[in-house]
T-cell receptor, first 114, second 113 residues
Framework: NAGVMQNPRHLVRRRGQEARLRCSPM?????VYWYRQLPEEGLKFMVY????????ESGMPKERFSAEFPKEGPSILRIQQVVRGDSAAYFC????????????FGPGTRLTVL | EDQVTQSPEALRLQEGESSSLNCSYT??????LFWYRQDPGKGPEFLFT???AGEEKEKERLKATLTKKESFLHITAPKPEDSATYLC??????????????FGTGTKLQVIP
């Protein structure tokens, strides 16, 4: 199955710890997008990356959050010093190219901050 | 800023009772309007892309239509397995550059046997 893969599926962290979420795009896709979804809310765009480049990070909080998509390996969303408000489902999507193409989503990582 | 409003928030149908979900949008030039289905605890599953007013697409019991202001997802003779949250999203177009995709909050559909 060449779908978008995310791991871990569930992640529990205590306040102040770091969370690392991984995303492997579909085969042949070079564009990755991260979204956050809170209960009863829509998917909120966080960041758009291509290999080794951040194209748009306008939806990502300025502090504690960072993302990368290295030349080799998965894309990583990193949250430092997590707080309870970071608890949410984080989804990764990929597309073969930007602009007008549908995005295919992974199963998500559910982050719980104790 | 692009906006997407979906209605109703929740819809309960009897099996076989056809209905429509609405997605109203404002966008600076439409590059694409997308419909997704999301089951509890899972990621959104792509259904359709519509690009211009008047366009229609069908898949099994689902049919998506598009006007300049809104899109409808028509569900004909739904079955219990159609129960899910249906998400609408738009991508605008400003020049030739990238524009982020904006999602609505979804319509939660429940189909009763």
């Amino acid at each position: 199955n060449a779908g978008v893969m995310q791991n871990p599926r569930h992640l529990v962290r205590r306040r102040g710890q770091e969370a690392r979420l991984r995303c492997s795009p579909m085969k042949g896709h070079s564009h990755v997008y991260w979204y956050r979804q809170l209960p009863e809310e829509g998917l909120k765009f966080m960041v758009y990356l291509q290999k080794e480049n951040i194209i748009d990070e306008s939806g990502m909080p300025k502090e504690r959050f960072s993302a990368e998509f290295p030349k080799e390996g998965p894309s990583i969303l990193r949250i430092q010093q997590v707080v309870r408000g970071d608890s949410a489902a984080y989804f990764c999507a990929s597309s073969p190219r930007s602009g007008g193409n549908e995005q295919f989503f992974g199963p998500g990582t559910r982050l719980t901050v104790l | 800023e692009d906006q997407v409003t979906q209605s109703p928030e929740a819809l309960r149908l009897q099996e076989g009772e056809s209905s429509s979900l609405n997605c109203s949008y404002t966008v600076s030039g439409l590059r694409g309007l997308f419909w997704y289905r999301q089951d509890p605890g899972k990621g959104p599953e792509f259904l359709f892309t519509l690009y211009s007013a008047g366009e229609e697409k069908e898949k099994e019991r689902l049919k998506a239509t598009l006007t300049k202001k809104e899109s409808f997802l028509h569900i004909t003779a739904p079955k219990p397995e159609d129960s899910a949250t249906y998400l609408c999203a738009v991508q605008g177009r400003i020049g030739g550059g990238y524009q982020k995709v904006t999602f609505g909050t979804g319509t939660k559909l429940q189909v009763i046997p």
